[in-house]
């Protein structure tokens, strides 16, 4: 659709100069026409190439449909890990994961389909590659991924390593590192600054572990079986926003239940975990909360956007890269408002002093 838009843009330039021209006989103008014309396809083709909205709006790639963005930043680089939405689904059809980079934030090298189900033996087949985050730790690289454990029928937790986010990637353990149960996607991962890396997920829930040094198992020695369950907290009001009357798919029926959808996004800055997430039920809106240790309490903090145009879902996630600081996100625009083939957009904001973010603008203007 971006395509289709800037073509026309491009088009519709053509056809004003043309105009021009036939109105105007002067030499001057026609050469001033020309001119205006090069450049009009020389900064379409180069808004195209970026992926350039024009309300700030910004996009790593049109070649492919790109959900569920988790950026994360190696030394001059941020990359994009990414799920892939096919160009022709109705529901989520989604078989792989993608990454995308840029050092500049305006130039991005796309670099492909890295990760797929064939690379987990114990995940459903071609399908069900849902959303991921993934880390750098010891010159090694590990992407979380959710996945359809084949045992259970439900979505359970892999992990890949590689020692680039290039590949390739291999599954070092042969199965799900937290096994299929409900709700279980949307894995993220987070190394405090005593090296202690935790692990959180969940729709409809959250949970958490801690995982081992090796990144590959969790402490079994942490909470039940290793897994820590916030259901408490969710409820709060105070700490995960407003109740709203929302779907419980375990219980197949709408309940009152705090803003907390899915898509945990944990991080932290100073001494302040931050945990964003999307909210609201579907369509869902970005929100966060933010606590002075990670096992909470958490202290709602609202909104960071609306809803996602053209998107019932919102997946992403901030980061701070080369002094700024970015949303990345997805919505349904390209695809002309399909919930099924989201594509990944970002658009740069400005935290408060202490970290905080303040509410952006994700509409198309
Ligand atoms: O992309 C599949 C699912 O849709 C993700 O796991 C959710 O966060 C939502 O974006």
């Given at each position: 659709m971006a395509i289709v838009n800037h073509f026309s843009l491009i088009i519709r330039n053509f056809d004003l100069i043309i105009y021009d021209s036939y109105k105007i006989i002067d030499m001057k103008r026609t050469v001033f026409a020309a001119i205006t014309l090069l450049l009009a396809i020389t900064l379409q083709a180069q808004r195209l190439l970026v992926g350039e909205q024009s309300s700030g709006i910004k996009r790593v790639n049109n070649r492919m449909y790109n959900p569920d963005p988790a950026p994360v930043v190696s030394g001059d680089r941020l990359y994009v890990f990414t799920g892939h939405d096919l160009d022709t689904a109705t529901y989520f059809r989604m078989p792989d994961w993608q990454v995308f980079s840029t050092t500049d934030m305006e130039h991005w090298t796309d670099h492909g389909i890295v990760l797929s189900t064939a690379n987990f033996k114990w995940a459903k087949q071609g399908d069900n590659a849902w959303a991921s985050q993934a880390i750098e730790r010891n010159g090694k690289w590990y992407w979380y991924v959710a996945a359809e454990d084949t045992t259970k029928h439900l979505h359970g937790i892999g992990v890949a390593v590689a020692d680039r986010p290039e590949g390739p990637w291999?599954?070092?353990?042969?199965?799900?590192l937290i096994p299929g149960n409900w709700g279980f996607i949307d894995p993220t991962v987070f190394i405090d600054d005593d090296g202690q890396a935790w692990l959180f997920w969940g729709n409809n829930g959250c949970w958490y572990a801690k995982l081992n040094e090796d990144m590959i198992s969790i402490d079994t020695s942490f909470a039940e079986n290793g897994i820590c369950g916030m259901r408490a907290m969710l409820d709060d009001e105070a700490q995960f926003g407003p109740k709203c009357l929302k779907m419980d798919y375990q219980l197949h029926k709408k309940v009152m239940k705090t803003g907390f959808e899915e898509a945990p996004w944990i991080y932290k800055i100073g001494d302040t975990y931050f945990l964003e997430y999307a909210a609201g039920g579907v369509p869902e809106h970005w929100a966060y909360s933010t606590a002075k240790s990670i096992h909470g309490p958490w202290h709602y903090e609202g909104r960071i956007t609306d809803e996602s145009p053209g998107s019932f879902t919102i997946h992403g996630g901030t980061i701070d890269f080369k002094g700024k600081s970015y949303l990345f996100y997805h919505d349904g625009i390209p695809s002309g408002g399909?919930?099924?083939?989201r594509t990944t957009a970002f658009r740069e904001f400005q935290r408060m002093k202490d970290g905080r973010i303040p509410k952006i603008d994700i509409q198309e203007k």
């Amino acid at each position: 659709m971006a395509i289709v838009n800037h073509f026309s843009l491009i088009i519709r330039n053509f056809d004003l100069i043309i105009y021009d021209s036939y109105k105007i006989i002067d030499m001057k103008r026609t050469v001033f026409a020309a001119i205006t014309l090069l450049l009009a396809i020389t900064l379409q083709a180069q808004r195209l190439l970026v992926g350039e909205q024009s309300s700030g709006i910004k996009r790593v790639n049109n070649r492919m449909y790109n959900p569920d963005p988790a950026p994360v930043v190696s030394g001059d680089r941020l990359y994009v890990f990414t799920g892939h939405d096919l160009d022709t689904a109705t529901y989520f059809r989604m078989p792989d994961w993608q990454v995308f980079s840029t050092t500049d934030m305006e130039h991005w090298t796309d670099h492909g389909i890295v990760l797929s189900t064939a690379n987990f033996k114990w995940a459903k087949q071609g399908d069900n590659a849902w959303a991921s985050q993934a880390i750098e730790r010891n010159g090694k690289w590990y992407w979380y991924v959710a996945a359809e454990d084949t045992t259970k029928h439900l979505h359970g937790i892999g992990v890949a390593v590689a020692d680039r986010p290039e590949g390739p990637w291999a599954d070092p353990i042969g199965k799900p590192l937290i096994p299929g149960n409900w709700g279980f996607i949307d894995p993220t991962v987070f190394i405090d600054d005593d090296g202690q890396a935790w692990l959180f997920w969940g729709n409809n829930g959250c949970w958490y572990a801690k995982l081992n040094e090796d990144m590959i198992s969790i402490d079994t020695s942490f909470a039940e079986n290793g897994i820590c369950g916030m259901r408490a907290m969710l409820d709060d009001e105070a700490q995960f926003g407003p109740k709203c009357l929302k779907m419980d798919y375990q219980l197949h029926k709408k309940v009152m239940k705090t803003g907390f959808e899915e898509a945990p996004w944990i991080y932290k800055i100073g001494d302040t975990y931050f945990l964003e997430y999307a909210a609201g039920g579907v369509p869902e809106h970005w929100a966060y909360s933010t606590a002075k240790s990670i096992h909470g309490p958490w202290h709602y903090e609202g909104r960071i956007t609306d809803e996602s145009p053209g998107s019932f879902t919102i997946h992403g996630g901030t980061i701070d890269f080369k002094g700024k600081s970015y949303l990345f996100y997805h919505d349904g625009i390209p695809s002309g408002g399909n919930g099924f083939r989201r594509t990944t957009a970002f658009r740069e904001f400005q935290r408060m002093k202490d970290g905080r973010i303040p509410k952006i603008d994700i509409q198309e203007k």
